[in-house]
């Protein structure tokens, strides 16, 4: 996608077997800035601190992140403690085992000697199905906001809420729930797009980020506001993305997408999520007890972290970011960062092969191979 008219991925493998160059999404959107990683622990670290984040995304850098053990040691110990290490970095998103045991596949029938190129060629075809993946997610979901359009009386715009940050930040390129909106502002349609902040990592910060990138008109909203939104008609659809749907189509995304849902149910408002199919845990069936939420370190929830608007004592502002506490030193916090939403609240699932119901059926029509990803999800790397 574009950042200052500039096309750009947000990865990129150009210095085989060596090396990657990412965005260090902590920087956003105050500046932006990139990061070399050259070792498993860099990719662990940065997985697990979020310089990159988002289902897909995490997989693909991960899928490197293995290569990198091979080049300095292509044993099976070594391949098995690489994908181990890097599979706990994030407990919720599915995408990251699928991306190891993609790369596990490619690697363990080759030659020893040759590991590392065909693990560094599976990531490299990993990041190129993602971009075919999303923009397909894009084509499928854009008409439906097309539909909606349609119905909106003349000269109103197409309102659509988005939580999170499920845009080309999260993937290698153009989004999953970003990517019909990108598509649906490129061929006309006046789409506006509430974005929630998505306390306590306020990534809305970075879909804002992305949707000013690309002049998509967009207005960052506080997470509680979306309920009011909603009953008041200023949201036509829900977009969101998702770390891990079960064979049921239950989701899993960011903490507060389950609220989001009601609200729309509630409220007769579509509530549609997208996904490619790594994103599909065949192996899952009821997301309430199937998937481990992650729980991040309570100082995310107790701080906020931001650039300093005003200088001290009236001092030119330098640009500085700085966080500061907003609890009582002596509260304590929970930091959930992923929820539930059953399928019952949502109205389709937006998928590279098209859209279908959030239900067994649905996603049984449109994978029938299925099977295939059920294999690896037995592995050893299952969570
Ligand atoms: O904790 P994060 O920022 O990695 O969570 C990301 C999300 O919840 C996204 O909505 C999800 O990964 C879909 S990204 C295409």
Request: proline letters at 5%.
């Amino acid at each position: 996608m574009r950042v200052a008219g500039v096309h750009r991925r947000s990865i990129v493998a150009a210095n085989h077997g060596r090396s990657i160059e990412i965005i260090d999404q902590r920087a956003l959107p105050h500046a932006l800035v990139s990061a070399t990683l050259a070792t498993t622990e860099d990719v662990a670290r940065a997985i697990r601190e979020m310089w990159v984040r988002g289902a897909p995304l995490i997989g693909a850098v991960a899928a490197y992140g293995v290569c990198f053990a091979l080049r300095d040691d292509p044993s099976d110990a070594a391949l098995d403690r690489a994908c181990l290490d890097l599979v706990a970095t994030r407990p919720t998103a599915v995408n990251l085992r699928w991306a190891l045991e993609e790369i596990r596949r490619a690697v363990v029938a080759a030659p020893v000697g040759r590991r590392l190129d065909f693990g560094w060629r599976r990531a490299a075809a990993i990041c190129e199905e993602d971009v075919a993946i999303n923009e397909a997610i894009g084509r499928n979901g854009l008409p439906l906001l097309r539909v909606l359009f349609a119905r909106k009386p003349m000269g109103q715009r197409l309102n659509i809420l988005t939580h999170c940050n499920a845009g080309w930040l999260a993937t290698v390129d153009w989004g999953t729930a970003l990517a019909p909106i990108y598509m649906a502002h490129d061929a006309g349609i006046p789409v506006h797009v509430w974005v929630d902040e998505t306390r306590p990592r306020n990534q809305g910060a970075l879909t804002a980020w992305e949707l000013g990138q690309h002049g998509v008109p967009h207005t960052v909203v506080v997470d509680n506001a979306g309920g009011h939104l909603m009953q008041h008609g200023m949201v036509d659809v829900c977009i969101v993305g998702t770390d891990r749907v079960t064979a049921v189509g239950d989701v899993c995304n960011k903490i507060g997408t389950y609220l989001k849902a009601l609200a729309a149910m509630d409220n007769g408002i579509p509530f549609y999520v997208a996904l490619p199919y790594p994103t599909i845990d065949w192996a899952a069936e009821d997301g309430l007890t199937s998937i481990p939420i992650e729980e991040r370190d309570p100082a995310e929830v107790h701080c906020v972290e931001g650039l300093r608007t005003r200088a001290p004592h009236g001092a030119a502002g330098a640009r500085v970011r700085e966080r500061v506490r907003i609890h009582p030193t002596t509260s304590s916090a929970s930091n959930y960062a992923f929820d539930v939403t059953p399928a019952r609240l949502v109205t389709a699932l937006i998928t590279e092969r098209g859209v279908v119901a959030a239900s067994r059926e649905g996603l049984a029509s449109l994978y029938p191979d299925r099977e295939v990803a059920k294999s690896g999800a037995a592995s050893f790397m299952r969570s």
